[in-house]
């Protein structure tokens, strides 16, 4: 019986979906299921992930979106369509072109042993000694700044909220994603939120920040320019929602 579900949001993924990853992957860890969500791709993706499914049928379904929805909604429907089954304990997503190694799973798994309070555990792109973080010095410089901005205005006390690296308990992850997320963008803060709001006084019990041993960007963002000028505006609406 597996007991914990990955999402992997997929949009234009032909050209960089590592199969043999999550295959070397899987086969060690028979105790977690992936589900590969098609959100429209414009490319051959689902021809992949159809291939890639037939390969380890117990450990790989594939959920085919017609249309472009955005990664948290892509991620939402696969939530959806798995919190139901009783046969998984945990539900989490990570980043088609694993930027954060599959490795990096059982990490957070092991911070809900013992620790029955505890409903989400994800990753951090904290810079330390031991690890090795790869990412575009702007990018970096910028994501400290906005980050500052959503610890003041949201009052979430967390360095890194956009790390595509998150495990939920099954029960917080169908509360979560119940309902539709207001921006495409944005869902992970909106995830937090929507814990802290559920959680109150008790939120910081409930969230474990984990720093990642390795980080590579893949330097193909999807998020252009103009909708980084839109994020200050979108963080506003995320407060008066969840103040």
Same mark, same amino acid.
């Given at each position: 019986?597996q ?7 997929c949009?234009?993924e ?6 043999e990853?999550f295959?070397?992957?899987?086969m ?19 021809d992949? !992930?159809?291939? *890639? %499914?037939?390969?380890?049928?117990q $450990?790989?379904?594939? !959920?085919?979106?017609k249309?472009?929805s ?9 939530m *959806? ?14 980043? /088609?072109d *694993?930027?954060?190694?599959?490795e990096?799973?059982p ?13 989400? %555990?994800?990753?951090?792109r ?17 994501g400290r700044i906005y %980050?500052g901005?959503?610890?003041?205005? *949201?009052?979430l006390?967390?360095?890194d ?11 917080? /992850? %169908?509360?979560?994603? $119940? ?5 495409r963008?944005l ?7 929507? =814990?802290?709001?559920?959680k109150g006084s ?18 193909d963002s999807?998020?252009t320019?103009?909708? =980084? ?6 963080? !506003?609406?995320?407060f008066?929602?969840?103040?």
């Amino acid at each position: 019986m597996q007991e914990t579900c990955i999402i992997i949001p997929c949009y234009d993924e032909a050209a960089r979906l590592d199969q043999e990853a999550f295959l070397h992957f899987s086969m060690g860890n028979p105790h977690i299921f992936f589900c590969f969500v098609n959100d429209g791709s414009k490319d051959n993706t689902m021809d992949i !992930l159809r291939e *890639l %499914a037939l390969k380890n049928e117990q $450990q790989f379904q594939v !959920l085919d979106l017609k249309t472009n929805s955005g990664k948290g909604e892509a991620v939402r429907q696969g939530m *959806l369509k798995n919190a139901v089954s009783s046969s998984f304990q945990f539900m989490g997503y990570f980043d /088609a072109d *694993l930027a954060t190694p599959l490795e990096e799973i059982p990490k957070l798994l092991s911070y809900f042993a013992n620790n029955p309070s505890l409903e989400i %555990a994800f990753g951090s792109r904290k810079k330390t000694k031991q690890n090795s973080i790869r990412r575009n010095i702007f990018r970096h410089n910028f994501g400290r700044i906005y %980050a500052g901005f959503v610890t003041s205005v *949201l009052r979430l006390p967390i360095y890194d909220t956009q790390c595509g690296a998150k495990i939920l308990t099954t029960k917080t /992850a %169908a509360n979560v994603f $119940q309902k539709p997320f207001l921006d495409r963008w944005l869902f992970d803060l909106e995830v937090f939120c929507r =814990i802290k709001k559920e959680k109150g006084s008790l939120f910081r019990q409930s969230i474990r920040e984990v720093v990642v041993e390795t980080w590579t960007e893949t330097g193909d963002s999807r998020i252009t320019f103009f909708d =980084i000028l839109k994020l200050p505006y979108k963080t !506003l609406k995320l407060f008066f929602r969840y103040r």
